[in-house]
């Protein structure tokens, strides 16, 4: 079964090896010939950025001078899928081996525990909603924090909420690590009227501010669910029904009166 790997590609290929292998696996037809030789012998599904927003100027340059650095790391991975019925057993062997590759994990990367509070949301107070997400390595994915001190921002379009998880990250290694899950981590949705929605969840990478661009975020599931009405709230009840209720006993106190003078005074 064939997934997800991500790839650090090392500071001797640098930046401008990381965008031609992108610029190569999105080109159609695949070329016969990639820069890297696994993508030559397993052509991609899909290769594509870890960070969409690209370095320049001033951050190129430190990225060129430091590679070492973790941000310089981060720039240089790349996200390269496989079809799922592909076999990955011989991919993963021949990206560790690869010239361009510094390190290299393959993941998958989906959507586990998710934990409402409370179990019946209701229209007057904060939804909060609890995640957790799988991984293969605990370091690939773990909610962190953008430039702004955010750790997720909320889009609602209609009864769709965007959930935009910001997820720290370190390099790769070049082992697999055991599979892990990251703990509940509680996200606030904010004040939502009654019906039923779709949350749909996202991480992103790096610490970008809110708002982000499209290509800045990585979908990774979705669930629907309902909110109720407020709680804590009485419902009124028509004035015709408390007449009608009070008279109902009246008459079932009248009929008990009838039937007891009868029972005992049958003449």
């Avoid at 991609?44 to 951050?59: C, D, K, T």
């Avoid at 079809?83 to 010239?99: C, E, G, H, R, V």
């Avoid at 982000?212 to 979908?219: A, G, S, V």
Wanted: proline letters at 7%; charged letters at 15%; a negative charge.
């Amino acid at each position: 079964m064939a997934g997800t790997f991500y790839v650090q590609i090392n500071a001797d290929g640098g930046i401008t090896a990381v965008d031609t292998i992108v610029e190569q696996g999105n080109q159609n037809p695949t070329p016969v010939n990639f820069l890297m030789d696994t993508l030559t012998a397993y052509p991609p599904e899909s290769v594509r950025y870890l960070l969409a927003i690209r370095p320049v100027g001033n951050l190129l340059d430190q990225i060129n001078q430091n590679p070492d650095w973790e941000q310089a790391q981060l720039y240089r991975t790349i996200i390269i899928e496989y079809p799922f019925a592909m076999d990955a057993t011989p991919i993963l062997p021949s990206f560790q081996s690869d010239n361009l590759v510094e390190n290299v994990n393959y993941i998958s990367a989906v959507l586990n525990t998710i934990v409402f509070e409370s179990e019946s949301l209701a229209s007057n107070a904060n939804a909060f909603v609890n995640i957790a997400m799988n991984s293969d390595c605990e370091e690939l994915g773990f909610p962190g924090v953008n430039i702004q001190g955010l750790t997720h921002n909320v889009n609602i379009i209609n009864n769709v909420i965007e959930l935009e998880v910001i997820m720290a990250v370190s390099p790769p290694t070049t082992t697999i690590c055991p599979y892990q899950t990251t703990d509940l981590t509680p996200y606030d949705l904010g004040v939502l009227t009654s019906g039923n929605y779709t949350l749909k969840i996202y991480k992103v990478y790096g610490d970008p501010a809110f708002p982000i661009e499209e290509n800045q975020r990585i979908y990774v599931g979705e669930r629907d669910f309902l909110v109720l009405g407020p709680l804590g709230t009485m419902q009124s009840v028509p004035i015709n029904g408390i007449f009608g209720l009070l008279l109902m006993v009246i008459l079932i106190l009248l009929i008990s009166k009838i039937s007891f003078q009868r029972k005992f005074n049958p003449s």
